[in-house]
Each structure stands twice: as structure tokens, then as C-alpha cells.
């Protein structure tokens, strides 16, 4: 479905009753595809607020605890006075934790990116290695940054971020099969595959072009979940994709079984290079300010907040985080009945790194202070270059 279809829909659903059924019944004779009121994916009205739309956020076992107010797990417990119970229950923080990968379409590279410390690009041929001891300790998601690099790859828009023979779609499907517990999560962009390097498709004049870049993420999305991602995330900032996206998963009748995240509150600013640097995408031309949202501009990210909470959004991110505490909390306060995820950006991470290594603090201490920080804020669920180090912590 094109996005002026979607759009069509849109407004066909906010005429009166009476209009509603004489278009719906012409609808139907025109096309047995086409249904607004309901779809083959729910038997409940979309015809209303589609943020009734609710299982897709807690379908997975994972996503369900991402829902609880505590999670608590079971572990082995500590020996006291030479006996053990059964099992204890404590605050699982492994849960909480989202391992960020960028996978390359060099299925043999494994190359250290000199600005993320510890972190590489590897092709698809060296997942399985690296992840396996990972998942052993107790890793529960990870979330997928596609990096072309074959000559060529990149257009102006971004037709390979959803190649079926890409490197997301083809880790998705190798994860779920090698890691069948794992939770998978695909970031949702064009910048990585642009040749411009933006987040969407540009008019002419080089301003972003709202509806098709809205049109095209929203399809983009779409390959990943019918793929087997059980969660998409778009972090592209075009106003309207949350709902885009909520339509098409309805329509294709998965809208149950994925859980939509939406980087609601993704600031523009100098935190994000080494992650330029990781996935290759520096824009060529000016900069992202006029769709990632301003430093100061708290007020429009409660408005952004509210807004795919009421698009159908299962959970909020805020993005970067530490820097932006105040808006994880006023997105707890809007969201108060959804997880809140927050990105701690690899310009976070690495100026972490960078701080230990001048001996200011240890970065074992700094990494919980500011990730407990980040949980203080509201947040429960981090995005976190850390993931592997908290891993071996949090069993020690």
C-alpha cells in the first residue's frame, strides 16, 4: 500500500458514519484487498484510535517483561551457611539490556571501529562467534544496523536497506534460527543506504521529502518483520512513520506479533560520530537539524512523545541519553504505561572510554553510575555498547 493510499484511509476514517459505510461499500466493490473498518489482521476496529492495537507489544516473552513494573528472574543462589535455596528472585538486568551490532554485506569482515571502542563491523559470517559465548551469559536482544559496503550499494533511495540478500534481513533469519530465544530487533532507516547519507528521500532541492520517505520506511519495516524481526524500530524522525508502519503491519496481519518501538525523542547533536563512522553514514551535504530534534526543544519532544504514543508506538526511546534525563522522565510521565527504552549513543560510550583511559574514573564504575543514572530517569530498557561488559559484571 502506497503512502497516499494510507493517507486516503486516514482521512476516509474521519468522515461521518453515513459516508463512512457508502465509500466502504463502494470500496468493496472496487477491491476485495482493500478494508479501513477492519482488516484480516484483527477482528477489532481500526476505525477508531489505533493505539488499541496492543499484542504485538507483549506477544514475545521478552516484550512481556519489558511490561512488568519489576522483572524479576530466577538464578543460582550464592551459598549461605553452607546451604542453598532452590532459586532466589532478583531485579533482571539482563532483560533490560539491548546489544547494538552492525552487520556488514562482507560476510567474512570483522573490523574494530577505531572511534567505538571494543566494538566491530562484522559480516554475517562472524555472528554466530561472536554472539554464541554472548548469549551463553545471558544476552537477551540485540538491535541490527545494517552497513552496505559493496561499490554501488548506495542510491539515492536507499533500495538495498530492504535487499531480501542484505545484511539484515539475512541475520534476522540466521539469528532466529541459530538463537531461537534471542530477541531481535532491526533499526529502521535510509541513512545507512542512501548515498546522500539522510535519513529519507530528498526533494530536489535537498529538503526531506516527508511522504516518500514515509512511504519507503514504512516498506522497509514491513521486510523485516515479515522476515521474522519481532521488533522494528524506526529511528528516521519523518513525522507520520508510526502509524505508516502500524497500518501495514495490521494489514499484512503480523501487527500482533511485533512490537514497534519508535525513537520518539531522537535529539540532533556531536554524539553520534563514531556510529557515523561504524555504519558509513556521515550525511555528504548539510546536516539532520531539520528532522532530528533540536538540543533544547523539550516541549517538541513531549509533543513527538505523545504523538506515536497515540500512532500506535508500543515503546518510547529517547535518544542520546545520559544528556537527556529530563525528556526519559517526561517520556515516563506520558507514557507511564510503556516501557521506556533510552540509547546511551556511542558518543556516550566512548567518551566513557576516553575518560577512563585518562584515569578521571574506572570504567567499570562509570558504566553502572551512568546506566543507573538512565534506569533513575524512567527508563527501562537500554541500548548499550556495555551490553558485553555487564554481561561478566553482573555475574561476578
Known amino acids: 500500500m502506497s503512502f497516499s493510499s494510507l493517507v486516503s484511509d486516514m482521512a ?18 472496487e477491491s476485495n484487498t482493500r478494508s479501513v473498518v477492519s482488516t484480516s489482521a484483527t477482528s477489532v476496529s481500526i476505525s477508531g484510535d489505533i493505539s488499541s492495537q496492543l499484542h504485538g507489544g ?7 517483561s519489558w511490561q512488568a513494573e519489576r522483572q524479576l528472574t530466577k538464578v543460582k543462589p550464592p551459598l549461605f551457611n553452607g546451604s542453598s535455596s532452590p532459586h532466589i528472585l532478583i531485579p533482571s538486568s539482563q532483560s533490560m539490556l539491548i546489544y547494538p551490532l552492525f552487520v556488514s554485506d562482507q560476510p567474512d569482515e570483522e573490523a574494530l571501529i577505531p572511534s567505538l571502542p571494543n566494538q566491530c563491523r562484522r559480516g554475517i559470517n562472524k555472528l554466530i562467534p561472536h554472539l554464541a559465548p554472548l548469549v551463553h551469559k545471558g544476552l537477551r536482544s540485540v538491535i541490527l ?19 531480501p540478500e542484505g ?30 547519507g539522510h535519513c529519507g528521500i530528498l526533494h530536489k532541492d535537498g529538503s526531506l521529502d516527508n511522504a516518500q520517505s514515509v512511504d ?11 522476515a521474522g524481526a519481532h521488533c522494528i524500530a524506526p529511528s528516521d524522525m519523518n513525522d507520520g512513520r508510526i502509524r505508516a508502519i502500524k497500518l501495514k503491519l495490521i494489514q499484512a496481519g503480523v501487527a500482533h506479533k511485533v512490537v514497534l518501538m519508535s525513537y520518539s525523542a531522537k535529539f540532533s547533536g556531536c554524539l ?12 555528504s551535504f548539510g546536516d539532520r537539524k531539520c528532522y ?15 504523538r506515536d504514543i497515540q500512532e500506535g508506538a508500543d515503546i518510547i526511546m529517547v535518544k542520546p541519553a545520559s544528556s537527556y534525563l529530563d525528556i ?35 570504567l567499570r564504575a562509570m558504566a553502572f553510575e551512568s546506566t543507573e543514572g538512565i534506569l533513575r530517569a524512567g527508563a527501562t530498557i537500554v541500548v548499550s555498547y556495555f551490553t558485553p561488559n555487564f554481561l561478566d559484571w553482573l555475574s561476578n
Do not use: W
Not at 507483549?58 to 512481556?64: D, E, F, G, T, V
Not at 519507503?216 to 515479515?226: F, H, K, T, W
Not at 532530528?292 to 505523545?306: E, M
Open 145 to 163: 544496523f545494517g552497513v552496505p559496503m559493496a561499490p554501488g550499494a548506495k542510491d539515492a533511495l536507499g533500495t538495498a536497506a530492504d535487499d
Open 328 to 362: 526519559i522522565s517526561d517520556a515516563k510521565e506520558i507514557g507511564k504505561d510503556l516501557p521506556i527504552a533510552a540509547y546511551q549513543v556511542s558518543g556516550e560510550f566512548a567518551m566513557i572510554h576516553a575518560g577512563a583511559k585518562a584515569g578521571v574514573f574506572d
Open 58 to 64: 507483549y506477544n514475545h516473552p521478552l516484550a512481556r
Open 167 to 196: 545484511p539484515v534481513i539475512q541475520t534476522i533469519r540466521l539469528l532466529r534460527v541459530q538463537f531461537p530465544s534471542l530477541f531481535i530487533v532491526a533499526d529502521v532507516c535510509l541513512c545507512e543506504y542512501t548515498s546522500h
Open 292 to 306: 532530528q530534534l533540536p538540543p533544547g526543544g523539550r516541549g517538541l519532544a513531549r509533543r513527538a512523545i505523545y
Open 272 to 283: 553520534y560520530g563514531p556510529f557515523r563512522d561504524a555504519a558509513g553514514s556521515n550525511p
Open 216 to 226: 519507503r520506511i514504512s516498506d522497509v519495516a514491513m521486510s523485516y518483520a515479515l
Open 12 to 29: 476516509f476514517r474521519d468522515r461521518d458514519r453515513d459516508d463512512r459505510r457508502s465509500c466502504l461499500s463502494l470500496s468493496r466493490t
